[in-house]
C-alpha cells in the first residue's frame, strides 16, 4: 500500500477492493481482479503472491515502521517509547487512506479467516514490540504490559479513525485513545 | 477442567498431558491417551470432543467466571471492574493448577496451531468483556480499552505465575502487574 499513483500496483488494489464490496472477497478471482484493472493475471502475480494478499501485504512495511519507531524513539520511558512508535506509524495512515482502510475493514469483518488473520498480525506485532523494548533495556513485564497496552491503543484508535463521520487524523486519535487509557488506569481502584 | 479427583475425566487429562509431554501433541492419539488412563476411548468422547479440547475445554468455564465478574462487579468504573473480574477468575487457577497450566502452556508454545488457538480465545474474550462492559453503560471506546488492558494484564500475569520459580498466586501476581501497568502509563510522556 506504499503508493496511490494509478501505477499498477495501486490500479489492482482498487480494482480487488471494488470486486470485494460488490461480489464478496470469497467469490472474487485473481482473473477477474486483472481484468477490471486492465492488466493480466500474469502482472497480478509480480505484486500480490495471492487476493489475500491484497488486504495484508502492505501491514509488513506498517510493521517496520512501528518497529523502527521502538528503535530510534529518544526516551526510554517504555510508554513513551510506545507512543513515539504510534505517533511515527501514522505516517502510514495519511487522511487520503482512510476510505481505502474503511473498506479493507468491511471486507475483513465479513470473513471469519480474515479475521482471524488480521488478529494473528496484530498478536505478532505485539510480540515484536515486546522483543524491540526489550532489546531497549525495558524488564520483561514491563515490555509485555507496554507493548500490548500500544497494540490496543492502536486497535481502538484505528477503529475510531476508520468509524463514519470521524475526522481526526489517526495522529490525533490516537493520542485521545492514550489519554483516555491513562485516565482509566488511574481511576481511583475500589 | 473443574475437578482434580481422580474421576474419569481428570485422568484422561492427566494421561494426555504425559503423553502430549513425551512424545508431543501432534503424535498423541485418543486410543493412546484412553489407554493410559486405564479408559476406553468411548469414555473419553464422553468428556472431550477431542484431543484438542483436553487443552482448551477448561477455558468456556474461566470465561464464563470472568463474565460473570463483569456483571457483579459493585463498582461502575471500567477498570474497577475489569479489575473485580480479574480477582474473580483466579479462583479458576489455584495454586494445586500452577503444574498442569505450566505442563500445557509447555505444549501450545511448541505448536503453532494450538498457539492460533490460543489467541482467538484470549481475543473472543476481550471482546466478550467489551460487550459486557458496555451493557454496564461504559461508553464504546472505553470499553474496548479497558477489556484490552484487562486481557494484556491477564496474560502478562499468567505467564509470570506458570514461569518456573514463582510463588505467589496468581491473584497476587495480577495485582502487581495492574499495579506496574498503572505506574508504566502515568510514567511522564515526552
Redesign the interface.
Known sequence: MGRWEPDGEGRLRMAAMELFAEIGYEQTTVAAIAERAGLTSRTFFRYFADKREVLFSGQDEFERLFLAGIEEA??S????IV??ALEGATAFFPDERRAWSRARQRVIDADPGLQ?RE??KL?GLATAMTDGLRRRGVDP??A???A??GV??F??GF??WIAEGEERSLAEVLRA??T???S???????
Do not use: C, F, H
Open positions: 529518544g526516551d520511558d517504555p510508554m513513551a507512543a513515539a482471524e488478529l494473528l498478536s513485564t514491563a509485555a504490559l507496554a500490548e497496552s490496543a491503543v486497535r481502538v477503529a475510531t485513545v492514550l483516555q487509557l491513562r482509566l488506569v488511574i481511576a481511583p481502584q475500589v
